[in-house]
């Protein structure tokens, strides 16, 4: 459910009348696009034929998966965006749900509808994925539900905010299943399940198969020649990082690959997106590794080949320049999740039944325990603020917690089992994607004040 959200400084002069042009270009653009038939995959399925029930309680990757709805045809762009690009980068990574075998297994589906009353969501929506570029702009991935006398319909969406969530348009989505809608398909389709966007304008949609747009959403392209599904991607200073499943795990078998994952590149925003596998010092091994970057430094946290020590890999490196190879506060054999802001990045190390988290504030280099009162679950989502706060999801209490240096404060946010999706885009704002204690209770959140509500 690893999950990373780039945002941009907002430096330039703002008109007067800019929300106005904008919601009037959205709906220009809405229109368009509900004239071309172009709001996403549809599913009509019999009542009879479908279980209804809440997101099982664990740790199911939400980054693929075989479940599905039908795709749809996919159609031209209809217009550009709305959004000016932004100028400098204020970005940070989202905490998402690992896996050990993220392309291959079955995601845990979530709710068929949402009957969230969060501001500005549209009715009836269960977001999986979102992503920001700037304090106001933002994408989210997820997927509708309507019932008729015998069927439910299930429509897959990406819609888009410039001012907050109050106002949301649809935008055209990639012509592909959604991984966690309820309802089951062949073993092995292609799905999406995740949403990334490196600026205003580029932006990629991935689980088993990779779709990206260079116009804001209006259009997407099947990415090919990538041999794997990707597990994760992240996007700052004009390259993207795509993480690479390349062959499926086989458990403990002495035949299982030694090596499964791959790291792989291009550039965007200055031309036509070239692909490539990135060259690495080590074999990132057969635990899903993590990725975060901080504004163009790449920090890979993997198992890879045994060391002394059994500690994690830990890679860094920038776009044209090899990556170095330091070692990590993870075990080798449980692996762990990492979380950046712009100062800091915290990582999530399993120990067992519950986990330490441990901070870097030198990419990934050095590493200093955390030592918080609160138990931590062995993968709780935790979104990084900077070298001392953060926000973690706590399940023994049901709530977000904010960590502060050593102390931990509930924050407005309780009554949940599960978080989907975690992440910060400055120090004040963020977006957290919950699941509640009851059916059909998936919310996209947002925060302005550091995450205390």
Same mark, same amino acid.
């Given at each position: 459910?690893?999950?990373?959200?780039?945002?941009?400084?907002?430096?330039?002069?703002?008109?007067?009348?800019?929300?106005?042009?904008?919601?009037?270009?959205?709906?220009?653009?809405?229109?368009?696009?509900?004239?071309?038939?172009?709001?996403?995959?549809?599913?009509?399925?019999?009542?009879?034929?479908?279980?209804?029930?809440?997101?099982?309680?664990?740790?199911?990757?939400?980054?693929? *998966?075989?479940?599905?709805?039908?795709?749809? +045809?996919?159609?031209?762009?209809?217009?550009?965006?709305?959004?000016?690009?932004?100028?400098?980068?204020?970005?940070? @990574?989202?905490?998402?749900?690992?896996?050990?075998?993220?392309?291959?297994?079955?995601?845990?589906?979530?709710?068929?509808?949402?009957?969230?009353?969060?501001?500005?969501?549209?009715?009836?929506? &269960?977001?999986?994925?979102?992503?920001?570029?700037?304090?106001?702009?933002?994408?989210?991935? %997820?997927?509708?539900? $309507?019932?008729?006398?015998?069927?439910?319909?299930?429509?897959?969406?990406?819609?888009?905010?410039?001012?907050?969530?109050?106002?949301?348009?649809?935008?055209?989505?990639?012509?592909? +299943?959604?991984?966690?809608?309820?309802?089951? %398909?062949?073993?092995?389709?292609?799905?999406?399940?995740?949403?990334?966007?490196?600026?205003?304008?580029?932006?990629? $949609?991935?689980?088993?198969?990779?779709?990206?747009?260079?116009?804001?959403?209006?259009?997407?392209?099947?990415?090919? *020649?990538?041999?794997?599904?990707?597990?994760? !991607?992240?996007?700052?200073?004009?390259?993207?990082?795509?993480?690479?499943?390349?062959?499926?795990?086989?458990?403990?078998? @002495?035949?299982?690959?030694?090596?499964?994952?791959?790291?792989?590149?291009?550039?965007?925003?200055?031309?036509?997106?070239?692909?490539?596998?990135?060259?690495?010092?080590?074999?990132?091994?057969?635990?899903?590794?993590?990725?975060?970057?901080?504004?163009?430094?790449?920090?890979?946290?993997?198992?890879?080949? +045994?060391?002394?020590?059994?500690?994690?890999?830990?890679?860094?490196?920038?776009?044209?320049?090899?990556?170095?190879?330091?070692? *990590?506060?993870?075990?080798?054999?449980?692996?762990?999740?990492?979380?950046?802001?712009?100062?800091?990045?915290?990582?999530?190390?399993?120990?067992?039944?519950?986990? @330490?988290?441990?901070?870097?504030?030198?990419?990934?280099?050095?590493?200093?325990?955390?030592?918080?009162?609160?138990?931590?679950?062995?993968?709780?989502? !935790?979104?990084?603020?900077?070298?001392?706060?953060?926000? !973690?999801?706590?399940?023994?209490?049901?709530?977000?917690?904010?960590? +502060? *240096?050593?102390?931990?404060?509930?924050?407005?946010?309780?009554?949940?089992?599960?978080?989907?999706?975690?992440?910060?885009?400055?120090?004040?704002?963020?977006?957290?994607?919950?699941?509640?204690?009851?059916?059909?209770?998936?919310?996209?959140?947002? &925060?302005?004040?550091?995450?205390? &509500?």
């Amino acid at each position: 459910l690893r999950d990373v959200l780039h945002s941009r400084g907002l430096g330039l002069p703002v008109p007067l009348d800019a929300i106005d042009r904008i919601h009037a270009g959205a709906r220009r653009r809405q229109q368009r696009r509900n004239g071309a038939s172009a709001l996403g995959a549809v599913a009509v399925i019999a009542i009879a034929a479908i279980a209804i029930g809440v997101r099982p309680h664990g740790h199911g990757s939400n980054v693929a *998966g075989t479940l599905r709805t039908a795709s749809p +045809s996919p159609t031209a762009a209809a217009a550009s965006s709305a959004s000016a690009t932004p100028s400098a980068s204020l970005f940070a @990574s989202a905490s998402v749900r690992p896996s050990s075998s993220v392309p291959q297994t079955s995601a845990s589906p979530l709710p068929l509808t949402s009957q969230s009353s969060a501001a500005g969501q549209p009715a009836g929506f &269960t977001p999986v994925s979102v992503s920001a570029v700037g304090l106001n702009d933002y994408w989210v991935l %997820g997927y509708t539900t $309507t019932q008729s006398s015998d069927a439910i319909n299930i429509t897959t969406m990406v819609e888009q905010t410039t001012d907050s969530g109050q106002h949301f348009v649809a935008e055209t989505t990639p012509p592909v +299943s959604l991984a966690q809608v309820p309802t089951k %398909g062949p073993a092995g389709e292609p799905t999406i399940s995740q949403i990334r966007f490196g600026d205003a304008n580029d932006g990629w $949609t991935f689980g088993r198969t990779l779709y990206s747009t260079t116009n804001a959403g209006a259009s997407w392209s099947a990415v090919n *020649g990538i041999s794997g599904g990707v597990v994760d !991607l992240v996007a700052a200073n004009n390259t993207a990082w795509a993480l690479v499943q390349t062959a499926s795990s086989s458990g403990a078998s @002495s035949s299982a690959p030694s090596n499964q994952y791959a790291l792989w590149s291009t550039s965007y925003g200055t031309g036509a997106q070239v692909w490539s596998p990135v060259a690495l010092p080590i074999s990132l091994g057969s635990m899903t590794p993590s990725i975060v970057d901080q504004d163009g430094t790449v920090t890979l946290m993997t198992s890879g080949p +045994s060391r002394a020590g059994t500690k994690v890999h830990v890679l860094i490196g920038t776009a044209g320049k090899p990556f170095t190879d330091h070692t *990590g506060p993870c075990e080798q054999d449980l692996g762990g999740t990492l979380s950046n802001s712009k100062k800091a990045i915290w990582a999530v190390c399993p120990i067992g039944t519950q986990a @330490s988290l441990y901070v870097s504030k030198d990419a990934g280099a050095t590493w200093t325990a955390n030592r918080t009162n609160l138990q931590v679950e062995n993968s709780a989502a !935790l979104g990084a603020i900077d070298d001392t706060n953060a926000v !973690l999801f706590d399940a023994a209490n049901q709530c977000l917690s904010k960590i +502060s *240096g050593n102390t931990v404060t509930p924050t407005s946010v309780t009554g949940i089992s599960d978080v989907a999706f975690l992440g910060f885009t400055t120090p004040a704002v963020g977006f957290a994607i919950t699941m509640g204690n009851t059916r059909n209770s998936a919310q996209l959140l947002r &925060t302005g004040d550091g995450g205390l &509500t």
